[in-house]
């Protein structure tokens, strides 16, 4: 039996990526390996309805090279806009006062900006040096709210290159305390262009960072965090989520 004979009835036997490997060996383990035969035996493993096409419109070997392995991660081209582009607009109220009423520019919630204040529990620490991408921002003065009373918040962000606005949070509540890691949490649901039809259902999420003080009537607030969980964990994806807003 020739080598070729034998490399023919051996590589129909191998997974994809030992049959790629063999490409790389020399000349005539190539030529062999390239075979479209070989690849329709693998394609028809994942994918049995793609042998049922006499004259498929793609070769096998390209089919599986392309779809073998879903990509969960694309690299991104750079965003079109930085945090030096934008201002954020962010109003706390509590029971209908305002409570905090801040400009604050998009570098000053970079991550890693500032350190908390001494006094902060272990797990509110951990979170804020945790790898997740999270805007950040001290609250200075920093300032007490009963317990008792509901808090609202809504952030506004405009955009410098384009002099346009949109909305991140709109008088979203704080419904839920957790005073395990001394946070106070609200949501809303981005809105997006009408430019990207098929976007929905991510959420802005922004938190109220605060002391334990041990006491059940009050949360004493020493900063807040933005973060887009649902979909961004970075700075760039976060921009690009960003672009992405209904700005008017």
Known sequence: MSSDEILKAVFPLLEGADLAACTAVCKQWRNIARDDYFWKCLCAKKWPSTCKNPSPPFTYHKLFKTFYKRENHRTLLPPRISLSDLEFYIDFWADGNLLFSQVVPGPALRKGNWTPPAG??????????????????????????????????????????????????????????????????AFNYLVFSPAYPFVSGIRAWIALLFMDGGKDDDINVFGLEIDFCDAANSEEEVLWLLDMLDWK
């Open 120 to 185: 902060v529990i272990p797990v509110m620490k951990f979170h804020l040096e945790g790898p997740e991408y999270k805007l950040t921002l001290p609250v200075e003065p920093q300032f007490a709210v009963p317990y008792t009373q509901t808090i609202s918040v809504s952030v506004l962000v405009a955009r410098k290159d384009t002099k346009k606005v949109a909305c991140i949070i709109h008088e979203a509540m704080f419904d839920y305390i957790d005073r395990s890691t001394c946070r106070a949490l």
